[in-house]
């Protein structure tokens, strides 16, 4: 089972993907997670993204396709993965099709989780995460007992600088710029699947459900 969450920033899919890797037993990849294990353990290719990131530039398509295709080929892969914030753009879609390829394999499911941009905007400008814990809460949809006090730790609660309006707006367009032609690519490949992300959690991982066959 080889699953891609598709999504802008904001829409869901990172939550959605750790409820379908824990019902499925398969593992929840992440780019930043591929990142900071590989530096942490001091890969060669960890080593290179190290490079990049010191210098604060993006780690180019090739060194990121290089890390996430290592990843999938671990022995915890073998039932599948569900990547999350992989493949951003269509060259880091066509350099992953090209390696499953090389398996017999292909992506099965893009699970495109679809919220309007101004949904986004009210959702991500209400989130509160605390300094303490990084526990996330929400003033509309999920607010702490007291206000400005987590919840878990009694840390204070803020907005993130990439969380205020003007932050997600430019993330949006960078989206709508970049990810967004996946969703094209893996509609001719045959495997977009798209789910309504502005219903309730529930029912989004229901619908998921069913689209993946349990």
């Known amino acids: 089972m080889k699953i891609i969450m598709l999504g802008a920033p904001g829409a869901g899919k990172g939550t959605q993907a750790k409820q379908i ?48 295709v290592d990843r999938i080929h671990k022995d915890d892969c073998e039932k599948g993965f569900i990547l999350d914030g992989f493949p951003r753009t269509i060259p880091q879609a066509d350099a992953l099709d090209q390696a499953l390829a090389k398996d017999g394999e292909a992506i099965e499911y ?11 905007i009210r959702r991500m400008a209400g989130r509160r995460s605390c300094k303490e814990c990084g526990a996330i809460f929400h003033v509309e949809y999920n607010p702490p007992k007291k206000e400005g006090c987590c919840d878990v730790c009694g840390g204070e609660l803020v907005l993130r600088d990439d969380d205020k309006e003007e932050t997600v707006k430019k993330r949006l367009e960078v989206y709508h710029d970049q990810t967004a032609p996946l969703i094209d690519h893996y509609k001719k490949a045959g495997s977009l699947y798209e789910v309504d992300g502005t219903q309730d959690i529930d029912v989004v991982f229901k619908e998921i459900k069913s689209i993946l066959g349990a």
């Not at 890969?43 to 604060?56: I, S, V």
């Not at 893009?110 to 986004?120: G, L, S, Y």
């Open 21 to 68: 890797a824990e019902e499925y037993g398969i593992p929840h990849i992440s780019t930043g997670d591929i990142f900071r294990a590989n530096i942490k353990e001091g890969t060669e290719l960890g080593k290179k993204a190290q490079e990049y990131m010191d210098q604060g530039l993006l780690v180019p398509d090739e060194l990121v396709c290089d890390l996430v």
């Open 110 to 120: 893009a699970i495109d989780v679809e919220v309007p941009d101004e949904n986004i």
